[in-house]
């Protein structure tokens, strides 16, 4: 671990930072676990908060996540179906996640938080690789899916930690060894589920950090693509070119599913059809080419926000996106750890190359670790009363 005896705190704040942790481990293991440690970390977190009269704090990419939930819970009046609606907005408290996390990992903690998703994605990546070789979750009926509840879910999920692992490869300067051992485990494990949607956005989340890294390291992609068509399974290299073959169907029907949703849109553009209404309405607004009769959502992140909450609410989610870019790319240039930053940066990037072929955002595991991992940058940057001796000691070196 990263942290050192002076990072850890005492007392109920230790209490609560151990309650976190434990909250990030176990939210690629078991979405019940990641739920009560959740609410374990929020009890704790609140005790704190109250016992220390402390004002709540949060940083400036939570403001455009509250208007978020706002327009969803407006989305949900307006609904199709309120009860469904208003039972699928249980999710937002998963927001939480931000404030808890910022005023939990000040500093270095927030390294040991990473220490913490790395090491379990890596074990994750293990489990999925058994499952591949030996349990047969080899082909498309039955996909590799780690201790998740579905292959897209842990794609997804290692999508994140492969980002994260990369990051602190490619800019920690100490502390390497452990990510660059597990970093093939994960990129085969994310292959061996065929998700393509976590391909694309593995690919494009380490693209970005080479980029940022040395732009000349770019040049290691076409490599990492030789050397997939020489040694994948032939079930994976068919997977991949299918990538590219229109007449696939499910190319064909992520494209009808496009149309279904600008459908909906066109007849619901202010509120949408409600939170998890889609499903209600789909067979109403169903694409003649579609080749499913029913889809629970539309498989692309900004088509499901508008289809489902309005296109106010879609603004307010680019809201969110273009704050959290900007300061993430701030921070790459400025914070002391830049593992945090980059590693966030090429998250989001991740998520919004795969969330146009998949409604991650609206898959609470994956929700719950993108949350966390975005929020790192900003609590590392957050300085207590007893971080500031040693960071000013640090930064005076």
Same mark, same amino acid.
């Given at each position: #671990?990263?942290?050192?005896?002076?990072?850890?705190?005492?007392?109920?704040?230790?209490?609560?930072?151990?309650?976190?942790?434990?909250?990030?481990?176990?939210?690629?293991?078991?979405?019940?676990?990641?739920?009560?440690?959740?609410?374990?970390?929020?009890?704790?977190?609140?005790?704190?908060?109250?016992?220390?009269?402390?004002?709540?704090?949060?940083?400036?990419?939570?403001?455009?996540?509250?208007?978020?939930?706002?327009?969803?819970?407006?989305?949900?009046?307006?609904?199709?179906?309120?009860?469904?609606?208003?039972?699928?907005?249980?999710?937002?408290?998963?927001?939480?996640?931000?404030?808890?996390?910022?005023?939990?990992?000040?500093?270095?903690?927030?390294?040991?938080?990473?220490?913490?998703?790395?090491?379990?994605?890596?074990?994750?990546?293990?489990?999925?690789?058994?499952?591949?070789?030996?349990?047969?979750?080899?082909?498309?009926?039955?996909?590799?899916?780690?201790?998740?509840?579905?292959?897209?879910?842990?794609?997804?999920?290692? #999508?994140?930690?492969?980002?994260?692992?990369?990051?602190?490869? #490619?800019?920690?300067?100490?502390?390497?060894?452990?990510?660059?051992?597990?970093?093939?485990?994960?990129?085969?494990?994310?292959?061996?589920?065929?998700?393509? =949607?976590?391909?694309?956005?593995?690919?494009?989340?380490?693209?970005?950090?080479?980029?940022?890294?040395?732009?000349?390291?770019?040049?290691?992609?076409?490599?990492?693509?030789?050397?997939?068509?020489?040694?994948?399974?032939?079930?994976?290299?068919?997977?991949?070119?299918?990538?590219?073959?229109?007449?696939? +169907?499910?190319?064909?029907?992520?494209?009808?599913?496009?149309?279904?949703?600008? =459908?909906?849109?066109?007849?619901?553009?202010?509120?949408?059809?409600?939170?998890?209404?889609?499903?209600?309405?789909?067979?109403?607004?169903?694409? +003649?080419?579609?080749?499913?009769?029913?889809?629970?959502?539309?498989?692309?992140?900004?088509?499901?926000?508008?289809?489902?909450?309005?296109?106010?609410?879609?603004?307010?989610?680019?809201?969110?996106?273009?704050?959290?870019?900007?300061?993430?790319?701030?921070?790459?240039?400025?914070? +002391?750890?830049?593992?945090?930053?980059?590693?966030?940066?090429?998250?989001?990037?991740?998520?919004?190359?795969?969330? #146009?072929?998949?409604?991650?955002?609206?898959?609470?595991?994956?929700?719950?670790?993108?949350?966390?991992?975005?929020?790192? +940058?900003?609590?590392?940057?957050?300085?207590?009363?007893?971080?500031?001796?040693?960071?000013?000691?640090?930064?005076?070196?």
């Amino acid at each position: #671990m990263t942290s050192s005896a002076d990072d850890r705190p005492v007392g109920l704040e230790r209490a609560a930072w151990l309650a976190l942790l434990a909250f990030a481990a176990s939210l690629q293991v078991s979405i019940f676990a990641a739920g009560v440690l959740l609410t374990v970390t929020a009890v704790l977190w609140l005790a704190l908060v109250i016992r220390k009269h402390e004002r709540i704090e949060v940083p400036a990419m939570f403001w455009p996540l509250l208007a978020y939930a706002a327009a969803t819970m407006i989305s949900a009046y307006f609904a199709v179906d309120q009860n469904v609606a208003f039972r699928d907005t249980k999710q937002l408290v998963l927001f939480a996640i931000v404030p808890i996390a910022y005023r939990l990992l000040p500093g270095r903690r927030s390294l040991t938080a990473v220490d913490v998703i790395i090491t379990v994605g890596a074990l994750e990546a293990i489990y999925g690789i058994v499952q591949y070789s030996i349990l047969n979750f080899d082909h498309l009926q039955r996909r590799v899916q780690g201790s998740l509840t579905h292959y897209m879910t842990y794609s997804g999920v290692l #999508m994140l930690v492969a980002c994260s692992a990369a990051a602190r490869i #490619m800019f920690r300067h100490h502390d390497r060894t452990w990510a660059s051992l597990v970093m093939p485990a994960l990129l085969v494990a994310i292959a061996l589920t065929m998700s393509r =949607n976590a391909w694309v956005g593995v690919c494009v989340g380490i693209g970005l950090l080479l980029l940022l890294r040395d732009f000349r390291l770019i040049a290691l992609a076409p490599v990492v693509a030789a050397l997939f068509l020489a040694f994948a399974p032939a079930p994976l290299t068919e997977r991949l070119y299918s990538t590219f073959n229109l007449s696939d +169907p499910t190319n064909r029907d992520r494209v009808a599913m496009f149309h279904t949703g600008m =459908n909906i849109i066109r007849d619901y553009p202010l509120t949408g059809v409600g939170p998890d209404n889609v499903r209600l309405v789909y067979q109403h607004y169903r694409d +003649p080419r579609a080749e499913r009769q029913l889809n629970p959502h539309l498989h692309n992140v900004p088509v499901q926000i508008a289809a489902e909450r309005g296109l106010p609410a879609l603004a307010v989610w680019i809201w969110f996106i273009v704050v959290l870019i900007r300061d993430l790319a701030r921070k790459t240039r400025s914070s +002391p750890m830049r593992s945090l930053p980059t590693a966030a940066l090429a998250g989001v990037v991740a998520m919004l190359t795969a969330g #146009m072929f998949e409604y991650n955002f609206g898959d609470s595991e994956f929700l719950m670790l993108f949350l966390l991992i975005v929020t790192l +940058p900003y609590a590392a940057d957050r300085v207590t009363a007893t971080d500031a001796p040693a960071v000013a000691q640090r930064r005076a070196a």
